[in-house]
């Protein structure tokens, strides 16, 4: 069964820092696009990065540049997102999601339609 699973939320103050990680199963990150979504209260879900099937390809939105990275550990087969200096803004139910197979090595060619596998989300909640 293919599936993808999200920890690492949690409660931070702003300025801090929250690695996600996204760990999947069922099938190998060498075939397959990870991205990373979020929604908030009262808005539409909005990726914010993601990572290709060669690990070279990264893409990130530009609220996110410089703060987020996106990353990943073949080994384990989880992808990870390190989000420093985080801000109230940021606060949200972040989702990681796969598009398997893909063929491209592109994560950027990927639209939102084409990731099939959802995680459950994990929540984000950036306040003092």
């Known amino acids: 069964q293919l599936q993808v699973v999200e920890s690492g939320g949690g409660l931070v103050q702003p300025g801090g820092s929250l690695r996600l990680s996204c760990a999947a199963s069922?099938?190998?990150?060498?075939?397959?696009?990870i991205g990373w979504f979020r929604q908030a209260p009262g808005k539409e879900r909005e990726g914010i990065s993601c990572?290709?099937?060669?690990?070279?390809?990264?893409k990130y939105l530009d609220s996110v540049k410089g703060r987020l990275t996106i990353y990943r550990d073949i080994a384990k087969n989880t992808v990870y997102l390190q989000m420093n200096s985080l801000k109230p803004e940021d606060t949200a139910v972040y989702y990681c999601?796969?598009?398997?197979?893909?063929?491209?090595?592109?994560?950027?060619?990927?639209?939102?339609?084409?990731?099939?596998?959802w995680g459950q989300g994990t929540q984000v909640i950036v306040s003092s």
């Open positions: 999601a796969a598009a398997w197979p893909v063929y491209s090595p592109l994560c950027t060619v990927i639209p939102q339609g084409r990731y099939g596998y």
């Open positions: 069922g099938f190998t990150l060498g075939n397959s696009t």
């Open positions: 990572i290709g099937r060669s690990g070279i390809s990264r």
